[in-house]
T-cell receptor, first 114, second 113 residues
Framework: DVKVTQSSRYLVKRTGEKVFLECVQD?????MFWYRQDPGLGLRLIYF???????EKGDIPEGYSVSREKKERFSLILESASTNQTSMYLC?????????????FGPGTRLTVL | GESVGLHLPTLSVQEGDNSIINCAYS??????FIWYKQESGKGPQFIID?????DKRQGQRVTVLLNKTVKHLSLQIAATQPGDSAVYFC????????????FGQGTTLQVKP
């Protein structure tokens, strides 16, 4: 079974703090994704990576950066957390098309910024 | 623009009945579709997928139907159980071929005992 793990289930940070969210997958997937999920807004793509050290902006990259130094690990960084970044953060991974587009998700990190 | 939408935000069914959750997609170039289930406080879980060269695909208690003519996707759950209570959303691969998916907003399925 595919397994995607995220470093924390719940996280509480203060405004201005630097926040690191870690994601690890064990299926040797090329692609990895970071989303945030908010009520009424659905899943919104922040960043994705299709290879080590490669990244592309998604729909809402402002205020975020990412790092992918190893194939299995994809980190989301909030350089200076703000209250409007309070959200559920979801990591996903997949193989590269045309093999399959299926994305497998981690359990999510519920981040609260005070 | 590209969008994937669900017809109903909430669906309430009696335990044991069949459930049908609908999804409309707008990108006719999409050739791959997925249904996810997300329980409260958890990440989305893959349920079933279908490629555009098929009209129907069955899994365990679930069936996905694809109507390319009207760009409509549905998920049927047979003999709905309390454990099926969750948010269900569809996704399509669009035309980018990058592995990115376009997700719908989700339908909440409530199962009444």
């Amino acid at each position: 079974d595919v397994k995607v793990t995220q470093s924390s289930r719940y996280l509480v940070k203060r405004t201005g703090e630097k926040v690191f969210l870690e994601c690890v997958q064990d299926m040797d997937h090329e692609n990895m994704f970071w989303y945030r999920q908010d009520p009424g807004l659905g899943l919104r793509l922040i960043y994705f990576s299709y290879d080590v050290k490669m990244k592309e902006k998604g729909d809402i990259p402002e205020g975020y950066s990412v790092s992918r130094e190893k194939k299995e690990r994809f980190s989301l960084i909030l350089e200076s957390a703000s209250t409007n970044q309070t959200s559920m953060y979801l990591c996903a991974s997949s193989w590269t098309p045309p093999s399959t587009d299926t994305q497998y998700f981690g359990p999510g990190t519920r981040l609260t910024v005070l | 623009g590209e969008s994937v939408g669900l017809h109903l935000p909430t669906l309430s069914v009696q335990e044991g009945d069949n459930s049908i959750i609908n999804c409309a997609y707008s990108n006719s170039a999409s050739d791959y579709f997925i249904w996810y289930k997300q329980e409260s406080g958890k990440g989305p879980q893959f349920i079933i997928d279908i490629r555009s060269n098929m009209d129907k695909r069955q899994g365990q208690r679930v069936t996905v139907l694809l109507n390319k003519t009207v760009k409509h996707l549905s998920l049927q759950i047979a003999a709905t159980q309390p454990g099926d209570s969750a948010v269900y959303f569809c996704a399509e691969n669009g035309s980018s071929n990058t592995g990115k998916l376009i997700f719908g907003q989700g339908t909440t399925l409530q199962v009444k005992p």
